[in-house]
């Protein structure tokens, strides 16, 4: 018998139930997704806005929102090679304090550049092999003011339908004309260039994917991507925010990976997820198309640049992505993603994609979800949870981040407490309504301790 208990919108409403509220009082009327979400936080069924006590290593301690702490297994930061805590990287950022300080002190147009941001751009040019380099202080910035600078209201995008919410809102902002293709799907690509060429020689078309698409750890077929673009007159834009440093000979992504390494139109990447540090960059073969995304790309001119200490941090850790260490670190990390996905699969909970630093794992419905999510961090394993509509609504899962500092022991026993949740929460979601009980109701306690 299914239980009706989970059909409280504590179980049944998302976020984008809350998107759109109407109403003259734009303060007041933030109160109703407050008080859905409050209800979740009190239940332990908020996994979000987490914090960490320390550096995100590979044991940790967390903090829920409500201040309920556990200590356990981190597998939700992003630091692929574990790099942020590398001690040459800490020793870099506390030279680059004695030398540099700690600010920018200005956006990179006006005094914000420096020496440490300059010779980042040229570690950067060096490790992609384009020689144009233009930095953003976020990952965000570089995909939403690359898009901004490049695209006007009577261009075209077209774009991987799964792409990420910078690429999405650039767009968005760039011109009505934005198309979404399915994921991965190139013959769709070359479907909707033939159509908009069709009607329209004038304009320009952007083309966007990802170098590894984080939600479901998949990647596209580059090289023909690209050829397809220059066939149409289209400029392809690959988002190598996840791969870059984590993938690839020398960590060069999907891109190197795929033979593709100085060769596609536009490169851009973050810093966050194996550098140690926020900033993002764009990489071209062309010295006006940098100019032009520095001066039209509002992010690089009206935000403060990288600091020098997060210019340092990075410069040190593409030096480590790049050494012989780097290819030690990568092969450690991708020991511990098979030994995950191995663990998972064995105990038949399904992973979705190719082995990557990320491995969604597959839940389903939004109540199964959250109670599970509940148990994995009482039982002290860290994950992120992703639901609609970042994912599907009835393709809920947990994204778990494996980094080079996990040992083969931590995955196993990540993947046992993880998969055994899951089952749990089904049979309790699933099963008589008796044993649904103590996670049904919004006045559930959160256990002490936790
Ligand atoms: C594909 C992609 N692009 C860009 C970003 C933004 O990067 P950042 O978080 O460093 O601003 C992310 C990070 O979530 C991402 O996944």
Redesign the pocket.
Same mark, same amino acid.
């Given at each position: 018998m299914s239980s009706d208990l989970f059909a409280s919108p504590l179980y049944t409403h998302f976020v984008s139930n809350y998107a759109q509220p109407g109403g003259p009082d734009l303060l007041a009327r933030t109160e109703p997704f407050f008080e859905w979400q409050d209800a979740r936080r009190r239940a332990g069924l908020w996994p979000y806005s987490r914090s960490l006590d320390a550096a995100p290593r590979a044991a940790c301690a967390v903090r829920s929102e409500t201040g309920a702490g556990a200590t356990g297994l981190n597998f939700l930061s992003?630091d692929y090679l574990s790099l942020s805590t590398h001690p040459r990287v800490v020793e870099a950022a506390h030279r680059a304090l004695r030398e540099h300080g700690l600010h920018s002190a200005g956006s990179a147009m006006l005094g914000g550049n420096t020496a440490a941001s300059l010779a980042l751009e040229d570690a950067i040019a060096e490790a992609v092999q384009m020689p144009h380099v233009a930095l953003f202080s976020? +990952?965000?910035?570089?995909?939403f003011g690359t898009i901004t600078a490049l695209v006007g209201p009577s261009d075209h995008v077209v774009m991987d339908a799964l792409?990420?919410?910078?690429?999405q809102t650039g767009a968005a902002a760039a011109t009505r004309n934005v198309v979404r293709f399915r994921h991965l799907d190139n013959e769709a690509v070359r479907r909707h260039l033939r159509k908009i060429r069709s009607r329209d020689t004038q304009n320009g078309i952007l083309v966007v994917t990802? /170098?590894?698409?984080?939600m479901d750890s998949d990647v596209p077929a580059i090289e023909e991507l690209q050829s397809i673009c220059h066939e149409w007159g289209a400029t392809l834009l690959v988002?190598?925010?996840?791969d870059f440093g984590a993938l690839g000979p020398r960590g060069t992504g999907s891109v190197g990976a795929q033979g593709m390494l100085g060769k596609v139109d536009l490169l851009? /990447?973050?810093?966050?997820?194996t550098f140690g540090s926020?900033? +993002?960059f764009l990489a071209t073969r062309s010295p006006a198309v940098r100019q032009f995304v520095r001066v039209f790309g509002g992010p690089h001119i009206f935000s403060n640049a990288l600091s020098p200490l997060q210019a340092c941090v990075v410069t040190e850790a593409l030096r480590i992505v790049r050494s012989p260490e780097g290819e030690v670190l990568r092969s450690r990390l991708f020991e511990n993603i098979a030994v995950l996905r191995g663990e998972l699969e064995r105990r038949e909970i399904g992973t979705l994609g190719a082995p990557s630093p990320v491995v969604p794992v597959v839940i389903g419905g939004a109540p199964v979800a959250r109670v599970a999510a509940r148990m994995i961090f009482e039982r002290g394993v860290f994950v992120n949870l992703v639901e609609y509509p970042a994912v599907p609504i009835r393709g809920s899962r947990f994204r778990m981040q494996v980094m080079a500092g996990h040992s083969a022991e931590q995955a196993r026993a990540a993947a046992a407490v993880v998969a055994e949740a899951i089952h749990e929460a089904r049979a309790i979601v699933e099963g008589p309504r008796q044993f649904a009980v103590p996670f049904a109701a919004i006045q559930t306690p959160v256990p002490a301790g936790v």
């Open positions: 992003q976020t +990952g965000w910035g570089a995909g792409s990420h919410a910078c690429l990802e /170098g590894l698409f984080s988002d190598a925010a996840h851009m /990447g973050a810093f966050s997820k926020n900033g +993002g």
